[in-house]
């Protein structure tokens, strides 16, 4: 029987009031309103990360990219998520999946879904499936001031 591990993420970011700031959701820009966050607050790339780094035992992602350092400022999220793949293969794990249910009242994932699943698919090297959902009004989410990802992982040792 195969050595396996399985790995879950979160993240949360709120809209941004810079209107020159850009959404970007799985690699995927969109319109409206962009994340506050020290990268570019892809909540989608940061779950995805955080349980990459659990499931390989490899801490997680404020570990790895600390927000208190300059270099990560304005980082490209997809690229900090294929440099977390290359350290879990590294460490002798093969991601087999990844699962994402995306939290939110907009903008809507359903026209994007393809595009950001082969973007994250193509940077795991592995099928990445991402679901949305609405808060239905409910909290900070539901009165559309962020966005919240959970992810969910699998591994296997190689």
Same mark, same amino acid.
């Given at each position: 029987?195969?050595?396996?591990?399985?790995? +879950?993420?979160?993240?949360?970011?709120?809209?941004?009031? &810079?209107?020159?700031?850009?959404?970007?959701?799985?690699?995927?820009?969109?319109?409206?309103?962009? @994340? *506050?966050?020290?990268?570019?607050?892809?909540?989608?790339?940061?779950? /995805?990360?955080?349980? @990459?780094?659990?499931?390989?035992? @490899?801490? &997680?992602?404020?570990?790895?990219?600390?927000?208190? *350092?300059?270099?990560?400022?304005?980082?490209?999220?997809? #690229?900090?998520? /294929?440099?977390?793949?290359?350290?879990?293969?590294?460490? +002798?794990?093969?991601?087999?999946?990844?699962? /994402?249910?995306?939290?939110?009242?907009?903008?809507?994932?359903?026209?994007?879904? #393809?595009?950001? +699943?082969?973007?994250?698919?193509?940077?795991?090297?592995?099928?990445?499936?991402?679901?949305?959902?609405?808060?239905?009004?409910?909290?900070?989410?539901?009165? +559309?001031?962020?966005? #919240? /990802?959970? #992810?969910?992982? @699998?591994?296997?040792?190689?």
């Amino acid at each position: 029987m195969p050595e396996i591990r399985v790995g +879950q993420g979160f993240d949360v970011h709120p809209f941004s009031e &810079d209107p020159e700031r850009v959404m970007v959701l799985g690699g995927v820009r969109f319109d409206g309103p962009g @994340l *506050e966050g020290h990268s570019d607050a892809d909540v989608i790339a940061h779950a /995805c990360i955080d349980a @990459l780094l659990g499931a390989a035992g @490899l801490g &997680d992602i404020g570990e790895r990219y600390p927000d208190t *350092e300059e270099k990560w400022a304005g980082a490209d999220s997809m #690229a900090l998520l /294929c440099d977390t793949v290359e350290a879990v293969n590294a460490a +002798q794990w093969k991601v087999a999946n990844v699962d /994402c249910t995306v939290i939110l009242e907009t903008p809507r994932l359903a026209p994007h879904r #393809a595009e950001m +699943q082969k973007k994250l698919t193509r940077a795991i090297g592995a099928p990445v499936t991402v679901k949305g959902r609405r808060a239905e009004g409910l909290g900070a989410l539901g009165r +559309q001031e962020g966005v #919240a /990802c959970f #992810a969910v992982t @699998l591994l296997e040792r190689t």
